[in-house]
């Protein structure tokens, strides 16, 4: 039910930044948004956690991106932001957004939605 909406990625220089943009849509009443990410994938690799936020507002990053990338969400519109600085060759990947709801009906059960990817190039 849930669809996931990424945009924002593109070609960029090394050291140069990125915005990617994910919105949530679809979404019932009878849902709420937990956690919300993003990963990135390579071909032949798996998928990686880049950032998540959760509904708290407390963020985790992956080692690689700590102090270059900051995870933000926009808890009215359903969508959470990837602002990315100081990009690096190695952070070209396939984007995914990552979105998790909780129902709040009967068993509390938690879902997890993939947005289609947006690809991020980093590149001189």
């Known amino acids: 039910q849930v669809q996931l909406v990424e945009s924002g990625g593109g070609l960029v220089q090394p050291g140069g930044s990125l915005r990617l943009s994910c919105a949530a849509s679809?979404?019932?009443?009878?849902?709420?948004?937990?956690?919300m990410g993003w990963y990135r994938q390579t071909p032949g690799n798996e998928r990686e956690l880049v950032a998540a936020?959760?509904?708290?507002?407390?963020?985790n990053y992956a080692g690689s991106v700590k102090g270059r990338f900051t995870i933000s969400r926009d808890n009215t519109k359903d969508t959470v932001f990837l602002q990315m600085n100081s990009l690096r060759p190695e952070d070209t990947a396939v984007y995914y957004c990552?979105?998790?709801?909780?129902?709040?009906?009967?068993?509390?059960?938690?879902?997890?939605?993939w947005g289609q990817g947006t690809q991020v190039t980093v590149s001189s």
């Open positions: 679809g979404r019932t009443f009878n849902i709420n948004i937990n956690t």
């Open positions: 990552y979105v998790r709801t909780i129902a709040t009906r009967g068993y509390a059960k938690k879902t997890d939605y």
């Open positions: 936020i959760t509904n708290s507002d407390s963020t």
